[in-house]
């Protein structure tokens, strides 16, 4: 006679499938959230010229430090006006004693060069050098980049956003560019902070997409829920060597009158 003893058999399969299923729904899950959490190019764009649009007058001095590998090391200091709510801007240089009182004049959507010696107005564009610097008057002016530019898209027509890494701190990367005919730069690489949105470095381009300058924001200082980039390096792509930084202080909002944003006012501080 057989002795047979039935033992019970475990049979997991349907609960293997419902963890593997499960694990699948989760991990679309938090990658469909990842996605939503992913700013438009747009958004980026809106952001950054919403936190550093400052509605109040600025008063600051500004001094550049430019390192050139035929002159040499020159620094070179400003003061810097901008009026908020026409977003006009002068700045005035006050050394070395070769640059004191040549200016540069933002007023009525025309940027102008003064010129101490000649007594002479320039009409000049957004990409033109600060005493030969590789700051230029677009570093001064408010950022408009929501409406100066479009990010570039993919075969479906979604902006192309990459997540990396500057350094240790966690960015987006983005490409945009423009149509305009007055833009500094019609193509732009940006790396933008995750957490705030804030660039921390930006490639400028020229419409053939070569590379002209690289621009760092080494440095910020929150107003209220608003931010001034206080320091920047330009290091020139053409020019290998060739570097300026520039650095943002003495900051005061009291109301500035709107005939300092004049040729006539930038003309009488030469007599």
């Known amino acids: 006679m057989n002795d047979k003893t039935n033992y019970p058999v475990s049979n997991n399969r349907p609960l293997t499938i419902t963890i593997f299923l499960t694990t699948i729904l989760i991990a679309s899950s938090l ?45 070179m200091e400003s003061i810097y006006f901008a009026k908020g709510s026409t977003d006009q801007f002068l700045i005035v240089m006050t050394a070395p004693e070769s640059e004191k009182g040549n200016g540069y004049l933002k007023a009525d959507d025309h940027f102008w060069m003064y010129r101490r010696n000649t007594r002479t107005f320039q009409h000049i564009s957004r990409d033109e050098s600060i005493a030969g610097s590789d700051a230029n008057t677009s570093d ?10 479009k990010g570039k898209k993919d075969s479906d027509n979604e902006d192309i956003i990459q997540t990396v890494n500057l350094g240790k701190i966690p960015a987006y990367k983005i490409d945009v560019s423009s149509d305009l005919p007055n833009v500094a730069y ?52 053409f020019e290998k060597g060739n570097k300026t930084v520039w650095e943002i202080t003495d900051i005061t909002f009291s109301p500035i009158d709107n005939h300092i944003f004049t040729k006539a006012y930038l003309e009488n501080l030469s007599n």
Do not use: H
């Open 140 to 149: 001064f002016e408010t950022p408009k980049y929501e409406l100066q530019y």
């Open 186 to 237: 019609p193509n732009l690489t940006i790396w933008v902070r995750q957490d705030n949105l804030l660039p921390l470095k930006i490639q400028n381009k020229s419409y053939s997409n070569s590379l002209i300058s690289t621009q760092y924001f080494l440095k910020y200082s929150k107003i209220n829920d608003k931010f001034i980039a206080i320091k920047q390096m330009v290091i020139d792509n």
């Open 31 to 75: 990658s469909a959230t990842s996605l939503k959490l992913k700013p438009s190019i747009n958004k980026i764009l809106k952001k950054i010229d919403k936190q550093q649009t400052i509605e109040k007058d600025v008063t600051a001095k500004v001094t550049i430090l430019q390192q050139d590998i035929e002159q040499g090391i020159k620094q």
